[in-house]
């Protein structure tokens, strides 16, 4: 055992702030996007239909969900320079593709299809900083480094969108490189901007980044990683066995935690459509404005669960945190007896959308000019009669919805932090870099199979089944974590290297 010197602290924890830094690029290259494929797809190719879009927003997940148990065997066995520079490379070609996907004259929509789910490939290296952070930092760092890299993620998927809005003042058309076929308009530019950071993150890693490893108790130790030393012999640290029945239950746990976060994200569109009478415009910058609330209030949370987490422990604050949601859902349950406005159609071919209370009280004349052609289809508003629910589920009143998004705001950040946590030091100091793969890659799986699970059982049965199926899960979490919380504790302190 090395006392650490300073030296090796302060290059300790510029390495670990490179790789908050990946972490935020990881997700500012799903959310830059976001808002724009929609539009992009339609101009690109007009066959492609809104299930399709699904795919797509859906292979960034799927391409993680491959990768990151990938990088992270190559992490456990060569210098994790290697994965985080081939998997950001990967990154900045696919972002290049992107905004190259105009060009060919057809299949378009398979190349966007394409060059998002590289993205997400590229973003499996989410693994390798996990393990690395897990590996650099002792006990007592672990719970603040893994709160710092969540809220660096967070802010990520913040920022992303607002890059997003600044780049649309170039406009649809924009202007063309004209020798190398390149357009800068609204669409390609957050692309090539995030593969820009792309190319600065790779320089930062080459100058900066540095192998290092602390044990538990934060003595400077050699890593297997490190570029030109031999491959140590046994860790006495090392010896003993990983808990795979704590393991295996923070999998499924945190599983849990990004499927209801991934429902509430998906949700939130069709729900207050329904309910409210939202216009497709209305109820995208509605929800907007609230998912943006949410996640500065995640930041925040980030920020207190590490003091928090010093007087009552990572398991007390993860129960909690799953209970701040079942809380939350609960409250979207539908109650009282007011039915939501019904969307309906003449037999004609004219939509006519649901008077609003707003149209109601407008004089006369204002609703003359509100007359359209006949052949004008105005857009529906309200809860669609093709979903039969509709016709006898109460509403949720947007009070309800407003509370459930504070509690779901403040209840995921934790869960999500103390789940990372309590399995890197569960793990101690084996290896981390496939087991932190397959964290990543249930919680890409969750983020697949959330909007499927609202496009199925709200579309078919409505919201009280959904959030009644969701609260029913997080129970069944709670239970989960009832049984397994006396093993949840670190690997050093089971094998009695330390005291908890």
């Known amino acids: 055992d090395v006392v650490e010197t300073q030296e090796h602290y302060k290059s300790r924890w510029r390495s670990i702030w490179i790789m908050y830094l990946t972490m935020f690029l990881s997700s500012v290259g799903f959310s830059i996007v976001i808002m724009s494929v929609w539009p992009y797809l339609q101009k690109i190719d007009p066959t492609a239909d809104a299930s399709f879009l699904g795919w797509i927003i859906a292979s960034y997940s799927i ?30 070609a696919a972002n290049c593709l992107y905004a190259y996907v105009h060009l060919p004259h057809s299949h378009n929509k398979y190349y966007m299809l394409t060059a998002r789910a590289l993205v997400g ?163 995208v910058f509605y929800n907007g404005i609230i998912l943006s609330v949410v996640g500065i209030e995640s930041v925040i949370v980030f920020m207190v669960v590490k003091m928090l987490s010093k007087k009552t422990g990572e398991r007390a604050i993860l129960h909690g945190g799953l209970l701040i949601v079942l809380v939350g859902f609960f409250i979207l349950l539908p109650w009282g007896k007011k039915l939501p406005n019904i969307q309906w159609q003449e037999i004609k071919n004219n939509s006519i959308p649901r008077t609003t209370s707003t149209e109601m009280l407008m004089p006369f004349w204002s609703l003359e000019a509100l007359q359209l052609p006949s052949n004008h289809t105005v857009e529906p508003v309200g809860c669609p009669i093709t979903q039969s629910w509709c016709l006898d589920t109460p509403m949720i009143y947007l009070a309800q919805y407003i509370s459930s998004d504070i509690l779901i705001g403040l209840g995921y950040p934790v869960c999500n932090v103390m789940s990372y946590t309590l399995y890197s030091k569960i793990l101690g100091p084996k290896p981390q870099g496939v087991y932190m793969g397959w964290l990543t890659a249930s919680g890409s799986g969750a983020r697949i199979l959330g909007p499927v699970f609202v496009s199925q059982i709200y579309t078919h049965l409505g919201p009280r089944w959904a959030f009644s199926l969701i609260c029913g899960v997080v129970v069944v979490s709670l239970l989960l974590l009832e049984i397994v919380y006396k093993r949840l504790i670190a690997f050093s302190v089971r094998y009695g290297r330390m005291q908890e």
Request: net charge negative.
């Open 63 to 92: 391409g993680q969900m491959v990768a990151s148990p990938l990088f992270g065997l190559w992490s456990n066995y060569r210098p994790r320079r290697e994965p985080l520079v081939v998997s950001t490379t990967i990154s900045v």
């Open 121 to 283: 490939f590229g973003a499996g290296n989410v693994a390798v900083v996990r393990s690395y952070i897990a590996g650099a930092t002792s006990l007592t760092e672990r719970t603040s480094a893994m709160a710092n890299t969540s809220a660096c993620q967070a802010v990520g998927f913040i920022l992303g969108p607002v890059f997003q809005t600044c780049f649309t003042l170039i406009g649809e058309e924009g202007i063309t490189w004209k020798l190398i076929h390149l357009q800068l308009n609204m669409y390609t530019t957050p692309v090539l901007f995030g593969a820009l950071l792309g190319v600065i993150n790779i320089i930062l890693i080459f100058a900066i980044f540095r192998e290092h490893r602390v044990d538990d108790m934060g003595r400077q130790c050699k890593s297997i990683n490190s570029e030109g030393e031999e491959r140590r012999g046994p860790d006495q640290d090392a010896e003993g066995n990983i808990d795979h029945v704590a393991v295996v239950a923070i999998n499924f746990l945190f599983f849990v935690i990004l499927f209801v976060f991934a429902v509430f994200e998906t949700i939130a569109t069709p729900l207050t459509m329904d309910m409210y009478s939202w216009t497709r415009k209305e109820a």
